[in-house]
């Protein structure tokens, strides 16, 4: 087990601002013809349908904002497998009464990727998140609870430090094994995304 920092800084010590915040996950509210929606109700109005049909029985319906949908429609919602596309982002998986519900992926213009489970529009569920960093992949592979990190999961940052346990609302919140930038492991406790004490006796390097 390593000492309590890591060449001279902390070992949960986020890095640059941007580079590694455990909370930039929770994703936008999903953009429709009318904007941002907190509304459980459908927030994807079927707008002007460009075309009826397609393959079998998928259907393609293109709206007011400019993004598309092709897939399998239940009275006029999104039910069933399907792809939404727009010029931010994609969507392809399982829909219920017009929100992702069920397995799907997410891909974002900007790099981004989520490909897990969905719960009324949100990630819920086991899911894994990518980040394209400049510096390399940042990963969280693990439990969501409406958007959040929540159960267990793991958190890789690009220069090879990973938190492997216990999360609280999108915080690392319990016990983990805190694997630095020299590959050395250390076990301790957290709550609010601080670490509080490590098992072996010492007092949390940044608990403060």
């Known amino acids: 087990m390593g000492a309590n920092n890591c060449s001279g800084t902390p070992c949960?010590?986020?890095?640059?601002?941007g580079q590694d915040d455990i909370s930039s996950?929770?994703?936008t509210q999903y953009p429709g013809p009318n904007g941002l929606s907190d509304s459980k109700e459908s927030p994807w109005p079927a707008g002007p349908q460009a075309t009826k049909g397609g393959s079998g029985d998928d259907e393609t319906e293109t709206y007011e904002d400019g993004s598309s949908y092709?897939?399998?429609?239940?009275?006029?919602?999104?039910?069933g497998h399907g792809t939404w596309s727009s010029s931010t982002e994609t969507y392809q998986g399982q829909w219920k009464h017009d929100q992702r519900d069920g397995s799907g992926q997410q891909k974002w213009q900007d790099g981004r990727m989520y490909d897990g489970q969905f719960k009324e529009g949100k990630f819920h569920g086991h899911g894994r998140?990518?980040?394209?960093m400049k510096n390399g992949l940042m990963v969280y592979e693990g439990q969501y609870v409406d958007d959040l990190k929540d159960g267990k999961g793991k958190y890789t940052w690009p220069d090879g430090r990973a938190y492997d346990g216990e999360w609280k609302k999108g915080q690392r919140w319990g016990k983990a094994i805190y694997t630095n930038i020299e590959g050395r492991t250390r076990e301790g406790l957290w709550k609010e995304d601080k670490v509080v004490s490590w098992l072996d006796g010492s007092e949390g390097a940044s608990q403060k």
């Open 12 to 17: 949960c010590a986020k890095g640059p601002a």
């Open 70 to 79: 092709k897939g399998k429609l239940v009275q006029g919602r999104r039910h």
């Open 25 to 27: 996950d929770k994703p």
């Open 129 to 132: 998140m990518e980040w394209n």
